[in-house]
Protein backbone atom coordinates (compact mmCIF):
# COMPACT_ATOMS: atom_id res chain seq x y z
CA UNK A 1 0.00 0.00 0.00
CA UNK A 2 3.48 2.34 0.37
CA UNK A 3 4.04 4.78 2.64
CA UNK A 4 0.98 6.73 5.08
CA UNK A 5 1.64 10.44 6.13
CA UNK A 6 -0.50 11.83 9.20
CA UNK A 7 -0.79 15.50 9.96
CA UNK A 8 -3.26 16.82 12.81
CA UNK A 9 -6.23 16.43 10.90
CA UNK A 10 -5.49 14.21 7.53
CA UNK A 11 -3.98 10.89 6.51
CA UNK A 12 -2.35 10.69 2.88
CA UNK A 13 -2.11 7.46 1.80
CA UNK A 14 -1.67 5.87 -1.59
CA UNK A 15 -4.62 5.61 -4.30
CA UNK A 16 -6.68 2.35 -4.61
CA UNK A 17 -9.29 1.12 -7.07
CA UNK A 18 -12.16 0.92 -4.27
CA UNK A 19 -11.83 4.81 -4.32
CA UNK A 20 -12.67 5.76 -7.92
CA UNK A 21 -16.36 6.34 -7.42
CA UNK A 22 -14.90 9.14 -4.60
CA UNK A 23 -12.40 10.44 -6.71
CA UNK A 24 -15.19 10.96 -9.46
CA UNK A 25 -17.43 12.34 -6.84
CA UNK A 26 -14.37 15.50 -6.71
CA UNK A 27 -12.94 15.52 -10.08
CA UNK A 28 -15.85 14.91 -12.15
CA UNK A 29 -16.47 19.16 -10.42
CA UNK A 30 -15.56 21.61 -13.59
CA UNK A 31 -14.28 23.78 -10.50
CA UNK A 32 -11.83 21.53 -9.50
CA UNK A 33 -9.77 20.08 -13.06
CA UNK A 34 -9.54 22.96 -15.50
CA UNK A 35 -7.52 25.46 -12.70
CA UNK A 36 -5.33 23.07 -12.55
CA UNK A 37 -5.06 21.79 -16.46
CA UNK A 38 -7.17 18.71 -16.65
CA UNK A 39 -10.32 17.92 -17.82
CA UNK A 40 -12.98 17.23 -15.37
CA UNK A 41 -13.89 13.00 -15.00
CA UNK A 42 -16.56 11.87 -17.13
CA UNK A 43 -17.25 8.39 -15.46
CA UNK A 44 -15.95 6.20 -12.65
CA UNK A 45 -14.51 3.85 -15.18
CA UNK A 46 -12.24 6.90 -15.80
CA UNK A 47 -11.20 7.76 -12.38
CA UNK A 48 -10.28 4.06 -12.09
CA UNK A 49 -8.13 4.50 -14.90
CA UNK A 50 -6.23 7.40 -13.50
CA UNK A 51 -5.40 5.69 -10.37
CA UNK A 52 -4.37 2.65 -11.82
CA UNK A 53 -1.99 5.34 -14.21
CA UNK A 54 -1.45 8.71 -13.14
CA UNK A 55 -2.09 7.91 -9.56
CA UNK A 56 0.00 4.82 -9.23
CA UNK A 57 3.52 6.37 -9.14
CA UNK A 58 5.53 6.57 -5.97
CA UNK A 59 4.74 10.52 -3.76
CA UNK A 60 1.05 10.85 -5.27
CA UNK A 61 -1.16 10.61 -2.08
CA UNK A 62 -4.75 10.35 -1.87
CA UNK A 63 -5.68 13.35 0.88
CA UNK A 64 -8.13 11.97 3.31
CA UNK A 65 -9.71 13.54 6.10
CA UNK A 66 -8.89 11.41 9.46
CA UNK A 67 -11.92 9.35 10.70
CA UNK A 68 -13.42 9.38 6.76
CA UNK A 69 -9.53 7.37 5.23
CA UNK A 70 -12.34 5.64 2.69
CA UNK A 71 -12.88 8.63 0.96
CA UNK A 72 -10.75 10.69 -0.46
CA UNK A 73 -11.55 14.09 -0.95
CA UNK A 74 -8.33 15.18 -2.98
CA UNK A 75 -4.66 14.29 -3.92
CA UNK A 76 -1.36 15.84 -3.62
CA UNK A 77 1.65 14.51 -4.54
CA UNK A 78 5.67 15.10 -5.76
CA UNK A 79 6.72 14.27 -9.22
CA UNK A 80 10.05 12.98 -8.76
CA UNK A 81 10.86 12.95 -12.74
CA UNK A 82 10.29 15.51 -15.17
CA UNK A 83 9.02 15.79 -18.87
CA UNK A 84 9.97 18.01 -21.83
CA UNK A 85 7.27 20.60 -21.02
CA UNK A 86 8.54 20.68 -17.31
CA UNK A 87 12.16 19.13 -17.07
CA UNK A 88 13.28 18.75 -12.82
CA UNK A 89 16.70 18.45 -11.69
CA UNK A 90 18.02 15.35 -9.77
CA UNK A 91 17.30 15.95 -6.04
CA UNK A 92 14.02 18.14 -6.99
CA UNK A 93 10.42 17.68 -7.32
CA UNK A 94 7.53 19.36 -8.61
CA UNK A 95 4.63 19.68 -6.07
CA UNK A 96 0.70 19.18 -7.25
CA UNK A 97 -2.85 19.44 -5.51
CA UNK A 98 -6.16 19.56 -5.58
CA UNK A 99 -9.38 19.23 -2.81
CA UNK A 100 -12.99 18.48 -3.64
CA UNK A 101 -14.87 21.89 -3.95
CA UNK A 102 -16.69 21.16 -0.22
CA UNK A 103 -13.23 21.53 1.19
CA UNK A 104 -12.37 24.29 -0.11
CA UNK A 105 -11.05 27.16 2.56
CA UNK A 106 -10.54 25.08 5.00
CA UNK A 107 -6.54 24.94 5.28
CA UNK A 108 -6.94 21.21 4.33
CA UNK A 109 -4.47 21.86 1.19
CA UNK A 110 -2.06 24.07 3.43
CA UNK A 111 -1.54 21.25 5.47
CA UNK A 112 -0.98 18.89 3.30
CA UNK A 113 1.30 20.75 1.36
CA UNK A 114 3.34 21.86 4.75
CA UNK A 115 3.55 17.35 5.12
CA UNK A 116 4.31 16.87 1.45
CA UNK A 117 7.07 19.44 2.26
CA UNK A 118 8.14 17.48 4.96
CA UNK A 119 8.82 14.20 3.42
CA UNK A 120 10.36 15.89 0.56
CA UNK A 121 13.18 17.71 2.25
CA UNK A 122 13.36 15.36 5.44
CA UNK A 123 12.54 11.85 4.11
CA UNK A 124 13.07 11.86 0.68
CA UNK A 125 16.82 14.59 1.16
CA UNK A 126 15.21 16.89 -2.06
CA UNK A 127 17.06 19.98 -2.61
CA UNK A 128 14.21 22.23 -4.12
CA UNK A 129 10.68 21.67 -4.71
CA UNK A 130 8.73 23.82 -7.35
CA UNK A 131 4.92 24.26 -7.70
CA UNK A 132 3.01 26.07 -10.24
CA UNK A 133 -0.43 27.75 -10.80
CA UNK A 134 -1.98 29.34 -13.53
CA UNK A 135 -2.83 32.55 -13.67
CA UNK A 136 -6.63 33.04 -12.08
CA UNK A 137 -6.31 30.17 -9.72
CA UNK A 138 -5.33 32.71 -6.37
CA UNK A 139 -6.23 29.88 -4.11
CA UNK A 140 -3.17 27.70 -5.61
CA UNK A 141 -0.98 31.20 -5.28
CA UNK A 142 -2.11 31.74 -1.57
CA UNK A 143 -1.53 27.85 -0.76
CA UNK A 144 2.10 28.50 -2.00
CA UNK A 145 2.37 31.89 -0.22
CA UNK A 146 1.61 30.24 2.42
CA UNK A 147 3.77 27.60 2.72
CA UNK A 148 7.08 29.63 1.86
CA UNK A 149 7.07 29.35 -1.99
CA UNK A 150 8.64 32.02 -4.27
CA UNK A 151 7.73 33.38 -7.37
CA UNK A 152 10.42 32.32 -9.42
CA UNK A 153 9.01 32.83 -13.31
CA UNK A 154 6.25 32.97 -15.58
CA UNK A 155 5.87 31.28 -18.35
CA UNK A 156 3.73 33.55 -20.36
CA UNK A 157 2.89 30.27 -23.29
CA UNK A 158 2.44 27.38 -21.03
CA UNK A 159 0.98 24.14 -23.31
CA UNK A 160 -1.59 22.36 -21.40
CA UNK A 161 -1.55 19.37 -23.30
CA UNK A 162 -4.89 18.20 -22.02
CA UNK A 163 -6.97 20.68 -22.54
CA UNK A 164 -5.61 21.88 -26.24
CA UNK A 165 -4.68 24.82 -24.19
CA UNK A 166 -2.15 27.58 -23.95
CA UNK A 167 -2.05 29.58 -20.45
CA UNK A 168 0.35 32.04 -18.34
CA UNK A 169 1.40 29.81 -15.90
CA UNK A 170 3.47 31.06 -12.73
CA UNK A 171 6.22 28.52 -11.01
CA UNK A 172 7.68 28.86 -7.19
CA UNK A 173 10.00 27.65 -5.28
CA UNK A 174 11.19 26.56 -2.18
CA UNK A 175 14.65 25.16 -1.54
CA UNK A 176 16.02 22.70 1.20
CA UNK A 177 17.52 25.50 2.84
CA UNK A 178 14.51 28.19 2.97
CA UNK A 179 12.17 25.23 4.24
CA UNK A 180 14.49 24.54 7.30
CA UNK A 181 15.03 28.07 8.03
CA UNK A 182 11.53 28.81 8.19
CA UNK A 183 11.29 25.42 10.77
CA UNK A 184 14.04 27.47 12.91
CA UNK A 185 11.86 30.87 13.51
CA UNK A 186 8.61 28.60 13.71
CA UNK A 187 6.72 30.15 10.71
Same mark, same amino acid.
Given at each position: #???? =??????I??GW?EED??? $????????? !???D??W??H??VG????? !? %??????????? !?? &?????????G? &?? $?? $?? /????RP?????A?????? /????WN???????VK?? #?R?? *?E? =??LH #? !?V? /?Y *??????S??V???C? *??HMYTN?? +?HI? #? $??E? %????M +??I?? /??????????S
Amino acid at each position: #MGRV =LETERLILRGWREEDASS $LFKYASDDR !IGPDAGWLPHKDVGYSRAV !I %RTIFAKDEVYA !IC &IKGQEKEPVGS &IG $LT $LN /GSNERPIDDGAAELGYWI /GYPYWNQGYVTEAVKEI #MRHG *FED =LGLH #M !IVC /GY *FDGNERSKKVQEKCG *FKHMYTNER +SHIP #M $LGET %RVEHM +SIITR /GTYYAKRLIGS
